[in-house]
């Protein structure tokens, strides 16, 4: 089986190279300053931005895909997607920048919704930006800035600025995706891409008010497959089961509408438990908080 690196904080990935971050939340790395580096095959819980330098095409995995990845390229990831290269003990020499951060940092901004709306962090269009000179030398300069920022001792407004930085990268990552794009189709035949794309409309049409939390089961039915085997496939490429990939995805709707003022019993209600304490007892396995102690730690920020 792959070896995976479970990146579910940034500084899990800012460890694995050598670095040491002073924000829990978003970690900026120049690889030039901690190569030479090994490889990792990553199981992302946080936002990436990965920018390579001046090396020569490396091969990547990217969910059931690979990417052209060569200099000048950016390769966007998300939260729940598949990507790098397995650590076989080799040593690379990298001269490029990531930027990695947590979906919690964007609690209670604009950007926390609309970050769904950049499509580019969909791993089925597996096609990474590749910019211009002057492309690159724009998204170095705005990566620079927020690096230096985050030397910065924290203060009451630094978690702001540092949410504007990270809007102006996927904004002229935009603009430069829709340089680069004039049209493209989108591949929807990744297993794992459709599974994430089956929950989130489940959800977004609601049907746990009807039907409840979906099963492992119900999502194996609509994917026309067996659930072994999709138990199989999800437990391959994220190395964890289909059923706690499905409690993850819960957790995090339930961190946003707690956030947003809802109380523990109407979040349980609203994400289909049947019972407020299944979810309570869920919440805290997952996270090692109880809903209500998540809730009055992030309002009291």
């Known amino acids: 089986m792959?070896?995976?690196?479970?990146?579910?904080?940034?500084?899990?990935?800012s460890s694995w190279v050598g670095q040491s971050d002073s924000n829990e939340l978003i970690s900026v790395i120049n690889f030039s300053e901690v190569s030479p580096v090994r490889y990792s095959l990553n199981n992302y819980g946080v936002y990436g931005l990965f920018l390579q330098g001046e090396e020569e095409g490396i091969d990547l995995v990217y969910g059931a895909g690979r990417y052209d990845y060569s200099e000048g390229t950016l390769i966007c990831v998300a939260p729940g997607q598949i990507g790098g290269k397995e650590d076989t003990g080799e040593l690379i020499h990298l001269s490029g920048w990531a930027v990695l951060f947590h979906p919690d940092i964007l609690q209670g901004t604009g950007l926390e919704k609309e970050i769904k709306n950049f499509s580019y962090f969909d791993y089925r269009i597996n096609e990474a930006l590749h910019m211009t000179s002057e492309e690159r030398d724009m998204i170095v300069s705005l990566?620079?800035?927020?690096?230096?920022?985050?030397?910065?001792?924290?203060?009451?407004?630094?978690?702001?600025?540092?949410?504007?930085?990270?809007?102006?990268?996927?904004?002229?990552?935009q603009r430069f995706y829709n340089r680069q794009f004039v049209s493209r189709s989108v591949q929807n035949n990744d297993i794992l891409s459709r599974f994430e794309r089956l929950l989130k409309d489940y959800f977004d049409q609601e049907k746990q008010l009807k039907h409840?939390?979906?099963?492992?089961?119900?999502?194996?039915?609509?994917?026309?497959?067996?659930?072994?085997?999709?138990?199989?496939?999800?437990?391959?490429?994220?190395?964890?089961?289909?059923?706690?990939?499905i409690k993850q995805y819960l957790i995090q709707l339930a961190k946003n509408r707690l956030v947003a003022g809802m109380n523990s019993s109407e979040v349980a209600y609203s994400l289909g438990f049947d019972y407020p304490q299944h979810f309570a007892r869920t919440f805290k396995r997952i996270t090692g908080e109880t809903p209500s102690q998540y809730r009055e730690n992030r309002l009291s920020r």
């Open 2 to 13: 792959s070896k995976i690196l479970k990146v579910d904080k940034p500084s899990v990935y």
């Open 212 to 245: 409840g939390v979906p099963t492992v089961q119900y999502c194996s039915e609509q994917l026309n497959m067996s659930a072994s085997y999709l138990s199989d496939v999800i437990k391959k490429t994220t190395g964890e089961t289909a059923n706690h990939y």
């Open 143 to 173: 990566i620079r800035q927020l690096d230096n920022e985050l030397k910065n001792e924290p203060d009451a407004i630094q978690n702001r600025i540092v949410v504007g930085f990270i809007n102006l990268l996927l904004r002229y990552a």
